[in-house]
C-alpha cells in the first residue's frame, strides 16, 4: 500500500517525477483507499505494479497508457464500471503488456474494454475500427504487444464488449460477454496474432465472437457460444487492414441455439447462424459442438473481393440445424469431413468436397434455411447477468501480459459432451 502521503500528491509523469511515482516496483495502489478514482491510481502506477479496486460503482472512463500495469478488481461482480450510457470506452489500454481482471463493465456508448495499439482517441471513440473510418496505417500504429483479460464481466455496451484490436500477444480468457450490440469478443486486425481466446461465456450479444483480418496463431478454443444472434464469424473485409483473413483455429467449442431474440438486431441481419466463415482462408474448425442454429450450422461463403479458400471444417458434430453444413464459396479448396450432418447444402457436400482429396470441381454453391430475423431489443436493455466466478485470491502478486499467449495445444480441446 501506498503511503497516505503519497496518494495525496499529482500522478505528474514529466520531469523528475513527484513523490508518487517514485515507489518501490511491484506496489500495489488501492482504489478507493488510497486514490479517489481508478484514473488516478493508473496515472500513478509504474510498469509492474497493480492497481486494486475495492467494490462499488466507478463511472469513469479509464486509459492505461504505461507498460504493463495490471488493473484488477478485488470482486468480479461489486466492482463495477459503469459508462452510464454517456462515456465511451470503459478501460482503454494502449500500455503494452496490459492486465484486466475481475471487474464489470456496461453501459459505454462503444467498448467494455479495449486493448489497442490505436493511440488517437478520435479514433477510439469509433472503437477503433468498423465502419468510420478508413483502413488504418499499421506503420501509424504499431499493434500493443502483450495483453490479457481474465475473468471480465462486460455486457449491455454499445458496440465490443471485449476488444483486441491492432493487438498481439494475448489472452482473452474466462470472461462473460453478453448485450453487446455488436460482438461480445472482437479480435481484430492483427498479423500474426499471437492470441488465445479460450473458456469465455458468449450470450445475447448481435455476435458471439467475432474475428476480422486476425491471422495466424489466433486460437478459440473451448468457449460457449449460446443465444446469441450469430454464434462465431470469421471474416475478411477491406473496412480495416491485413485482409484477408486466414490461419486461425477454432476447436472444442459449443456454438449452439444462436436464434435470442432477445438480443441486439446485427447490422447485417444475420440471425441463427452458428460459425460463419466470410472470405476467410485456411482456418480449421474442429471438434466443435454445433446444434440449434436456426439458418445454418457452419457455413462458408465468399464477400465482394475475399473469397473464401482452404478452410478444413472437421470433426465437428453438427447437427439440428436449418442445415447443417452449407458452402456457397466458388473456390474448391474449402473442405468437410466428419461433421456428422443431417442435412447439407448442395447435397452431398461432405462427398463433393472431402478434406484430403486432390483436384476437386468446384462445388455448386448451397444456401442457408430462409429465417426471418426477429426485431432486437436495446443493448442497454439487456438483462444483468448472474453473478460470475471472481478470482480465489485477488490479492495475489500482479503477473502483466508479457510472453503469451504460451504454448497453445488446440488438439487437447477435445468435441464438447453432448456431441
Not at 463495477?80 to 482503454?92: P, S
Not at 490479457?148 to 464481466?153: D, G, P, S
Not at 478434406?355 to 430475423?373: H, K, L, S
Amino acid at each position: 500500500m501506498l503511503l497516505p502521503a503519497a496518494a495525496g500528491c499529482s500522478s505528474g509523469g514529466g520531469g523528475g517525477g513527484s513523490s508518487a511515482d517514485r515507489h518501490p516496483p511491484g506496489t500495489v495502489l488501492r482504489v478507493p483507499e488510497d486514490f479517489p478514482t481508478v484514473q488516478r491510481a493508473v496515472d500513478t502506477a509504474n510498469p509492474g505494479d497493480l492497481v486494486l479496486v475495492g467494490p462499488g460503482t466507478y463511472r469513469e472512463s479509464v486509459r492505461v497508457t504505461k507498460p504493463r500495469v495490471v488493473l484488477r478488481g478485488t470482486d468480479r461482480n461489486a466492482v463495477v464500471f459503469d459508462g452510464g450510457l454517456k462515456l465511451v470506452n470503459g478501460i482503454t489500454a494502449t500500455g503494452a503488456g496490459t492486465v484486466v481482471e475481475n471487474l464489470t463493465v456496461h453501459g459505454y456508448l462503444a467498448n467494455g474494454v479495449l486493448f489497442t495499439g490505436v493511440t488517437d482517441e478520435k479514433l477510439q471513440r469509433h472503437g477503433a475500427g468498423g465502419s468510420a473510418y478508413d483502413p488504418l496505417d499499421t506503420t501509424r500504429f504499431p499493434p500493443v504487444l502483450g495483453f490479457r483479460a481474465t475473468r471480465v464481466t462486460a455486457y449491455g455496451n454499445a458496440l465490443y464488449g471485449i476488444y483486441a484490436f491492432d493487438a498481439r500477444g494475448g489472452v482473452i480468457e474466462e470472461s462473460y460477454a453478453s448485450g453487446q450490440a455488436d460482438s461480445g469478443i472482437y479480435v481484430g486486425q492483427c498479423k500474426p496474432c499471437d492470441t488465445l481466446v479460450r473458456g469465455n461465456t458468449v450470450e445475447r450479444n448481435a455476435v458471439g465472437i467475432e474475428i476480422t483480418n486476425a491471422s495466424e496463431n489466433l486460437t478459440v478454443v473451448g468457449n460457449r457460444v449460446v443465444g446469441n444472434r450469430v454464434g462465431v464469424t470469421v471474416n475478411s473485409n477491406d473496412l480495416e487492414s491485413l485482409a484477408p483473413q486466414h490461419a486461425a483455429v477454432i476447436a472444442g467449442n459449443v456454438v449452439a441455439d444462436n436464434n435470442a431474440a432477445d438480443s441486439p438486431e446485427q447490422a447485417d441481419g444475420g440471425f441463427g447462424i452458428g460459425i460463419g466463415i466470410g472470405g476467410g482462408t485456411d482456418n480449421r474448425v474442429e471438434r466443435n459442438l454445433v446444434r440449434g442454429n436456426r439458418a445454418a450450422g457452419v457455413v462458408v461463403t465468399d464477400p465482394p473481393g475475399h473469397p473464401a479458400s482452404g478452410n478444413r471444417v472437421t470433426a465437428n458434430k453438427v447437427a439440428g440445424n436449418g442445415v447443417d453444413l452449407v458452402s456457397s464459396a466458388a473456390d474448391p479448396g474449402n473442405c468437410f469431413t466428419g461433421n456428422g450432418p443431417s442435412t447439407q447444402s448442395p447435397d452431398g457436400l461432405e462427398t463433393l468436397a472431402p478434406c484430403g482429396a486432390t483436384g476437386g470441381g468446384r462445388v455448386p454453391a448451397g444456401r442457408a434455411a430462409g429465417v426471418q430475423a426477429p426485431p432486437g431489443t436495446a443493448f442497454n436493455a439487456v438483462p444483468v447477468p448472474p453473478a460470475q466466478p471472481t478470482l480465489p485470491d485477488p490479492n495475489a502478486p500482479a503477473v502483466p501480459a508479457v510472453d503469451l499467449p504460451g504454448p497453445v495445444d488446440p488438439d487437447s480441446y477435445p468435441l464438447p459432451a453432448g456431441g
